[in-house]
């Protein structure tokens, strides 16, 4: 015969179960937790994906738009030219607001990362490497560069002096 477990022994199981229900619950929870987290990233990452896609697909409409405005100003056509200039601005400015910047580097130090040198010009009264003309506008989105601007850099000038940013890098 088996002997019946005592008050206490069906206690103790009692609480035994409970806390292993409680482990399992507060497991699941957790899991439950990093999937929504998850989910949510990939959906973040999968609508950045699709807008840069579209971004980079309007772009050339854009290389086009600044090109007609850049006839019309040279021709005169001043009807057409306004015309065109509206419907521009307009979608620059709705790109601008979903994140989309213009790199127009004219003037400025040529950096790789955002800008793709096409061609070199000798100019001794600028410092090296210099962005002496922009052929095409490149475009990013936060850090993404989506595409370079094509360039032409000086050449045959000073050296550039570093930046007091720079110089900090190199010593970390």
Do not use: C
Request: aromatic share 6%; net charge negative; hydrophobic share 35%.
């Amino acid at each position: 015969m088996e002997a019946k477990p005592t008050d206490s022994e069906q206690v103790a199981a009692a609480k035994a179960e409970a806390q292993e229900w409680q482990d399992k619950f507060l497991r699941l929870h957790a899991e439950w937790d990093t999937y929504r987290r998850r989910t949510a990233e990939q959906r973040e990452a999968e609508k950045a994906r699709a807008t840069e896609k579209l971004v980079s697909g309007l772009l050339p409409v854009l290389d086009d738009f600044e090109r007609t405005i850049d006839y019309a100003t040279k021709n005169g056509e001043q009807g057409l030219l306004d015309g065109v200039s509206a419907v521009h601005t307009k979608m620059v400015d709705v790109l601008k607001k979903d994140g989309v910047e213009v790199i127009d580097p004219q003037g400025e130090a040529f950096d790789a990362l955002e800008a793709q040198a096409v061609a070199t010009v000798d100019d001794a009264n600028v410092p090296d490497e210099t962005v002496a003309e922009v052929y095409q506008k490149g475009y990013k989105m936060g850090s993404k560069v989506l595409r370079p601007a094509m360039v032409t850099v000086t050449s045959g000038g000073p050296k550039r002096e570093k930046a007091p940013d720079e110089g900090d890098k190199d010593k970390k």
